[in-house]
């Protein structure tokens, strides 16, 4: 009898692991605006979903590091839905103060550079399956504004 249900089980995990998941990419993280205290870092998650129906997406979970150090870190619970048979994209903004990101100068270096990994994990809601998380990272560099941009009015963001 336990062979029956040995066999049941091996058959629906094949036929879980054939079907079609949603796919998802990361973009690049960019600067998206600068004030005075702060830089709010940007990116974008493109999912696809090949169902013919909306899929809910239970949470979008993210931390930037950068020398080893995680910059900053966060959640946005229930962030939508995946549009049926369609692209959807979510928007990441990370925000981090210049008090932190100066503790990290010793690593930016003479040339302003940072470099970053950004770690994303989209957690769905497929149905059969249950909770699915799609794991994401990116790894870049990001040039900073320098003080003149920041204090001379140069650079872009909230001027």
């Known amino acids: 009898m336990s062979s029956l249900i040995d066999k049941a089980k091996e058959f629906v995990a094949e036929k879980i692991a054939q079907m079609p998941k949603p796919e998802a990419s990361l973009k690049s993280v960019s600067i998206k605006s600068f004030t005075r205290d702060s830089i709010l870092f940007h990116s974008e998650v493109a999912v696809l979903n090949p169902y013919s129906h909306s899929i809910p997406i239970c949470q979008l979970s993210y931390a930037l590091k ?94």
């Open 66 to 159: 950068s020398a080893g150090r995680e910059v900053a870190s966060g959640t946005m619970p229930d962030p939508g839905s995946l549009t049926a048979s369609a692209e959807t994209k979510l928007e990441i903004s990370v925000k981090v103060p210049y008090d932190f990101l100066i503790s990290l100068m010793r690593d930016i270096g003479r040339d302003w550079d940072i470099d970053y990994e950004m770690q994303v994990g989209l957690t769905i809601d497929l149905p059969i399956i249950g909770d699915f998380t799609i794991p994401l990272s990116t790894k870049g560099e990001i040039k900073l504004p320098t003080l003149s941009d920041l204090f001379g009015g140069g650079g872009g963001g909230d001027d």
